[in-house]
């Protein structure tokens, strides 16, 4: 078993003013060379978007970018047509593919957005670009495994186009659940702390804590507290 921890506190900070943000892996102005991916994983940003206020149009080009909202209202527009507003519950996926520009604000006046921003890298370059979201059922990961993310199309949650399975779970205190890996012999999964705390394959965690794991079958994942965890099974090879 190989693993690799990132504690809350080590992450990359921005203070836009505007924006707050949380970077696991190297992003914009921070830039560690130890942290620049987990296999195809690229980015984890964990945001805090003032009323009123957000990302203006820029690009993106051969990336699946996942958006996932835990408080408030985001709007979305982009080069395709497309105006949305994702909240707590959703999910959202843009495969930039051959080039796309879009925007980000937060719809509210008076609340502040908070969401997480993953890149994850793709297994084919240049396809047509696509946007999707969905709402969640979120009972359906209350003491158990909620898939809402794949490869293919006909299977639960978005899909992007890369062999990537993300889940979510809320766990309460003292429940077990265990994650078998789609793909174990390529690929690791990358386990990011939501909400309160957790053990997995006997490694504590915290709040906003990031673990990587490969070279398992299955992650077997305790609440020590209420916990919400976000996992991202990805391939390690770029």
């Known amino acids: 078993m190989n693993t690799v921890l990132h504690k809350a506190v080590t992450r990359g900070q921005a203070n836009h003013g505007w924006l707050q943000s949380k970077h696991t892996f190297s992003f914009a102005n921070y830039h560690n060379p130890e942290r620049m991916h987990f296999g195809t994983l690229r980015v ?3 945001d805090i978007v003032a009323p009123s206020m957000g990302f203006g149009t820029h690009p993106h080009r051969d ?21 949305a507003v994702i ?12 080039g796309i520009t879009h925007s980000e604000y937060n719809k509210n006046s008076n609340s502040e957005v908070k969401f997480l921003q993953i890149w994850v890298l793709p297994n084919k370059k240049g396809v047509t670009p696509r946007y999707d979201q969905i709402t969640l059922n979120t009972i359906d ?3 158990k495994l909620q898939q809402i993310l794949s490869p293919t199309p006909e299977d639960a949650g978005v899909w992007i186009h890369q062999n990537a399975w993300f889940h979510i779970t809320n766990l309460e205190q003292g429940n077990t659940v265990n994650y078998a890996l789609k793909n174990p012999d390529k690929n690791g999964v990358y386990a990011f702390i939501l909400k309160g705390d957790a053990t997995i394959n006997h490694q504590n965690l915290n709040k906003r804590d990031g673990f990587g794991v ?19 099974e990805v391939p390690m090879t770029l």
Request: hydrophobic content about 35%; overall charge negative.
């Open 214 to 232: 490969w070279g398992v079958d299955s992650l077997d994942i305790h609440a020590d507290s209420s916990t919400e965890i976000l996992l991202m």
């Open 141 to 143: 990961r209350e003491n």
């Open 63 to 83: 990336m699946e970018i996942i958006s996932i909202p835990l408080e408030g209202d985001l709007e979305h527009k982009d080069s395709m047509g497309n105006t």
């Open 87 to 98: 909240k707590s519950g959703d999910i959202q996926v843009l495969s930039a593919g051959s």
């Open 44 to 46: 984890l940003n964990d």
